[in-house]
């Protein structure tokens, strides 16, 4: 027979898949993506060849222009060989692996790199989900909850409102791992060991480079004071602050190409910032999950009803309990910082972060509350039967509560409409040569090209580049629209287009219904234009006037002899000293070498790539590979071997100690 450890650890595991069949069918993953790609059918060039798609989900889009397109390039770069440190195809060219929140850190993303999109998708959302509800049960159990009212929290959690929004969004790839973070963080502070100091630095890992470091934030200050709760002395604290710091230095690859990216991006000014807080009747989705107020996702709150009942009812039957008074406070705390109230109004005004997101941490707290108060429950029923009946009826009815909820919140797409084409954008790939393109109004809307490997000057992430925005000016005035990000508008276009040309934009993409006859459209705006494509998805025109990307600002001549993402190899011939023109925006971590001596770069981010070149015949280099990258990996080597001597030093101490009580017995 099996002891009560073992019986509980197979039926936890029985419980994992049961969990994942009922959210598979639950969300349909069986019938397609969890995408809303049905999206495309509202713009171009799509449009004419999806009119039959059913816009699900249309809050749900940035997976679709943004996470999607990101995991993709990453895959292209690692099956090539390459890190994917780079984006040439957004913003003329912007960091890859810097800008976090496109999440291909998290070993959650792993499923799609390896196996792609069309395959792999729905396995890494579902993954997010297990890895959550896991880590709840696990966390709960360690604070003294029975299986059953664990289990019940676990549900709360993992399958809650907030947690079910952002499952296709980077919010998720963090908050997976936060009730382990909270886990190792407790064990650590009350019972040290070598595991749960080695166990906190790697859940603070996990957290760190999850995507999304909003969300961290928020995770590391709540599992901070968690720290300071669970600590019986200095010392604990001290462990848990140190632990801490070495998954910050384990995470150093990615955080500090982070830092560095956004130090020079417009996320820290507010730039394109809306501050807003939820209304207060937004409360309603407490128990009316999909009630229209407030946003789809950013008030999306629900725990089950059942559940919420019981985590409003530890307060009063679990009063004394110091973690109930914890918990209430962190769920108040939470309350107060994302619905209307002046303190919510001051805090989306004045910081640069959304609290709204807070939401993602308050199943946590509820599920805390409810899982003792079930216990409390449990215990004061006298009848053996009615005790069984219950602990089995409450945990279905928020499984079944929270399924419920959870349909309809996302679009279910076929895989083939990630990868959707057109004749036009066959006819831009069939253009072997060195270009961008310019895509005008809501025209293949921004990030959406990375599929396809066309170049776009447009983009859009959370940091934005300020360099290049400054630069990009000098192409045509950005806007943005209900419906799309960084939109440049036909008659937005600077005249003359000199920054058209200097920056390689060899086409203009145009909706159909924009009738514009090339030659007159160019006297207006003082461009030599041709129409190269016209068809049901769209215009392109040819702009006349482009320079090369490679060329010399004298009289030499330049060949590009090689290129992807990350290196470009070019020959140069000059007669006299030169300059070579890579029109490429220069950010920190390109460099150059000429003939195999390195080169100083001397311009700011965002100005195209100069390069001094003396006469005769040279070859030159370009490559991208920052500093902050290569100081991350020696600070995440630091990290691991801190880390191992700290254990062994543990261990040893821990035997030292022992020594002299075996020598007293024998």
Known sequence: MLDGSRREQLHVAVGVVVLAGCLWFALGMNRGLLLSSGIKAKVWPWAPYMADRQVVAPALSDPVWQFVPWLQLARRELRAGRLPLWNPYQDAGVPLLANLICGVASPLATPVLVAGVARAWNLSLLLRVLVAALGAFLWLRSAGRAP??????????????PFIAWLEHPQTLVMAWVPWLLLAVERLASNPSPYSFAG????????????????????????GAVAVRASHDLR???RCVGAGLLGLGLSAPVLLPFAEYLHLGTALSG?????????????????????????????????????LLLAVAAVVLCRRRAGVIFWSGVAVAILLLTYDNPLARQVAVHTPIY????????????????????????????????????????????????LAAAHGVHAVSPPADVQATTPMIRFLQADHGVFRILPLHTFLPPNSATVFGLEDVRGYDAIEPAGWLRERE???????LPTVTDVIEPWSLVRGGKALSFWNVKYLLLHPQFRFDAAQWGRSMGLDLALAYEGPDGRVFLNRDVLPRVRCEGGGRARLEYRDPQNWRMTVRSRSPDVLVVANPFFPGWRASIDGTRVPLAMAAGEAIRIPIPSGVHRVELKYR??????????????????????????????SLQQPAHRREG
């Open 148 to 161: 059953p009212s664990a289990a019940m929290g676990a549900l709360m959690f993992a399958l809650s409102g």
């Open 200 to 223: 906190t630095a790697v859940a603070s890992l996990l957290v760190l480079t999850g995507g999304h470091p909003e969300v961290a934030l928020m995770a590391g200050l709540l599992a």
């Open 236 to 238: 604990g604290l001290v």
């Open 271 to 307: 730039k394109g910032r809306h501050a807003f807080v939820l209304p207060l009747a937004a409360l309603v989705r407490f128990i009316r999950p999909h009630s229209a107020v407030g946003h789809p996702i950013e008030a999306a709150v629900t725990v089950s009803f059942a559940g």
């Open 355 to 402: 609290a709204t997101r807070t939401l993602l941490l308050l199943p946590l707290a509820l599920a805390f509350l409810a899982a003792a108060a079930f216990d409390e429950v449990r215990a004061r029923i006298s009848s053996q039967r009615a005790r069984t009946v219950v602990t089995a009826a409450l945990p279905l009815l928020v499984l079944g509560e929270l």
């Open 474 to 480: 000098a192409i045509g005035r950005s806007t943005t």
């Open 626 to 655: 920052p500093l902050s990258f290569d100081v991350g990996l020696g600070a995440a080597g630091l990290s691991v071997l801190l880390c191992i001597l700290w254990m062994v030093a543990s261990r040893r101490s821990g035997r």
